[in-house]
């Protein structure tokens, strides 16, 4: 390592270090002026004094600069005695530099307090100083000669400092404004991450979950009967095509999602819409459920907003999905409605039995479960809806049953 760049790295690298570098070069350079003062003003100097009186001033205004970070004010106040003492045994440049330097980090390194008492103080002595001058000289243009010398004596290392300080601070707000967008776009970041992990859970839980619970419920049926049985084959060919046509639909589903996620070129599948719903009933029958439809027929319903269409057709295969699993009989009923409010989308079936029932309370998640109705709700209430889930009492005999109804916007609203 260089001399220069050790200089640069161990002694200007750090605060403390640039202090004692400053301290030491000032020292140098006002050594080199007091010889030359001494060789050049001799016949100016007191005879009686000796020549290097100068020096222990300027070493004690040296080691004074050694405080001038930690205590700016204390260091310009007692370098401004040293100078006053330095002038009263002749004067030197010396002392002048020490002096300089003490204002400008006075300036740096104080506090805004300090700096409108360092501005107040500095006129008041360019006023006093040039006052004083009149009095004693009588003469105007002499008393602008010296106030002009000690505004730039004063005034520019203050300006100076102030300058610099100005800058610092308009630096560290930038860096700090510059560290505060960065958070809030790592924020969005996190947040548009979570919104599509949560999108992406609902689509693979309603589109792929129930195709597979559709697979495991007809399998299931067709190993219900015993071999024996002669309605054993047709069972087992219907549970099949059942098995291959959720199977397939499944895969579809699942290739569009990864074609979606893997941002192909290729144009993303037209969403689920609520005219595809006779194929959910007819899955649903399939699947064992006497499902009963009343209201207008999904290819008669009036254009919906895409969003509310793809919601309601979520919903409704996750309600039949949910009563395929969980009904205590295969009764179920969907009822649609629309008006001026929007959509309104009821599927009720018999609730599951008293024990079972009981583990998911009212309005807090299907019998037996809890993420199939937290999709439904998300859903409903991600186009303005609303959706509302849990025992109901149908029927002269207030029989129990589990119903699910939601409610969603079609106007421009939604």
Same mark, same amino acid.
Request: hydrophobic share 45%; aromatic share 0%; no cysteine.
């Given at each position: 390592m260089g001399a220069v760049e050790w200089w640069r790295t161990r002694v200007r690298g750090t605060p403390r270090g640039r202090d004692v570098s400053d301290a030491v070069l000032t020292g140098l350079a006002g050594l080199v002026l007091v010889v030359v003062q001494v060789e050049l003003w001799t016949d100016l100097r007191d005879p009686w004094l000796p020549p290097w009186v100068h020096l222990p001033l300027l070493a004690l205004g040296c080691l004074v600069m050694l405080a001038k970070r930690r205590h700016p004010l204390v260091a310009l106040a007692v370098g401004t005695v040293l100078f006053g003492a330095d002038i009263a045994l002749g004067g030197s440049v010396a002392l002048l530099l020490v002096v300089i330097d003490l204002l400008y980090s006075a300036a740096l390194h104080t506090s805004p307090r300090g700096v409108d008492g360092l501005r107040t103080v500095a006129v008041a002595a360019i006023a006093g100083g040039g006052l004083a001058a009149l009095a004693v000289s009588r003469d105007v243009q002499l008393t602008v000669f010296l106030a002009l010398q000690l505004f730039a004596l004063i005034g520019t290392p203050l300006w100076w400092g102030l300058a610099v300080r100005r800058q610092s601070e308009l630096t560290v707000l930038a860096q700090e404004h510059a560290a505060d967008l960065a958070r809030l776009a790592a924020l969005r970041e996190a947040d548009a991450v979570e919104q599509e992990r949560a999108r992406m859970a609902r689509d693979l839980h309603d589109a792929i979950a129930g195709n597979l619970s559709a697979v495991a419920i007809h399998a299931e049926a067709a190993l219900a009967l015993p071999a024996d049985d002669p309605r054993a084959p047709a069972r087992d060919?219907?549970?099949?095509?059942?098995?291959?046509?959720?199977?397939?639909?499944?895969?579809?589903?699942?290739?569009?999602?990864?074609?979606?996620?893997?941002? @192909? +070129?290729?144009?993303?599948?037209?969403?689920?819409?609520?005219?595809?719903? !006779? /194929?959910?009933?007819?899955? #649903?029958? =399939?699947?064992?459920?006497?499902v009963a439809w009343t209201g207008p027929a999904p290819d008669a319903l009036p254009a919906l907003p895409s969003a509310v269409d793809h919601a309601a057709y979520r919903i409704l295969q996750e309600a039949l999905?949910?009563?395929?699993?969980h009904?205590?009989?295969?009764?179920?009923?969907?009822?649609?409605?629309?008006? @001026? +409010?929007?959509?309104?989308?009821?599927?009720?079936?018999?609730?599951?039995? !008293? /024990?079972?029932?009981?583990? #998911?309370? =009212?309005?807090?998640?299907?019998?037996g479960g809890g993420l199939g109705l937290l999709t439904m709700r998300e859903r409903a209430e991600g186009v303005g809806g609303r959706l509302a889930a849990g025992p109901a009492d149908v029927g002269a005999g207030g029989v129990g049953a589990w119903s699910v109804v939601a409610a969603l916007p079609t106007g421009a609203a939604s």
């Open positions: 060919r219907s549970a099949l095509e059942a098995v291959r046509a959720a199977s397939v639909t499944s895969l579809q589903e699942m290739r569009a999602m990864i074609g979606l996620l893997r941002g @192909g +070129d290729d144009p993303a599948p037209a969403p689920a819409r609520l005219q595809e719903a !006779p /194929r959910l009933v007819a899955a #649903a029958r =399939a699947a064992g459920l006497d999905t949910n009563a395929a699993k009904a205590a009989t295969p009764s179920v009923s969907v009822d649609l409605a629309l008006d @001026g +409010d929007g959509l309104r989308l009821s599927v009720t079936n018999p609730a599951a039995p !008293p /024990r079972a029932a009981g583990r #998911a309370p =009212a309005g807090t998640g299907a019998p």
